[in-house]
């Protein structure tokens, strides 16, 4: 994850169980840092499930058979 200076401050809702698990997990002090860091992780995910959306739509889709076989040779 990328350091930046530049924050700004928003108000989000999260379910108390969640709340919980963030706590139990880093603590009160870095809840927003984790919150960052996953919305971060969310939106390379994303951007990842875009470009694969476009190179279907322009290569067609995965050939299954051959990624399994590529799969095979890489665990060799």
Request: aromatic fraction near 6%.
């Amino acid at each position: 994850m990328s350091v930046t200076t530049d924050f700004e401050k928003r108000s989000v809702s999260f379910p108390r169980t969640i709340v919980a698990d963030v706590q139990a997990r880093v603590g009160v002090r870095e809840f927003s840092a984790y919150v960052a860091d996953a919305v971060a992780r969310k939106l390379r995910q994303d951007a990842l499930e875009d470009l694969l959306t476009r190179m279907e739509a322009k290569h067609g889709p995965v050939d299954e058979a051959g990624v399994d076989a590529i799969s095979a040779r890489l665990s060799a």
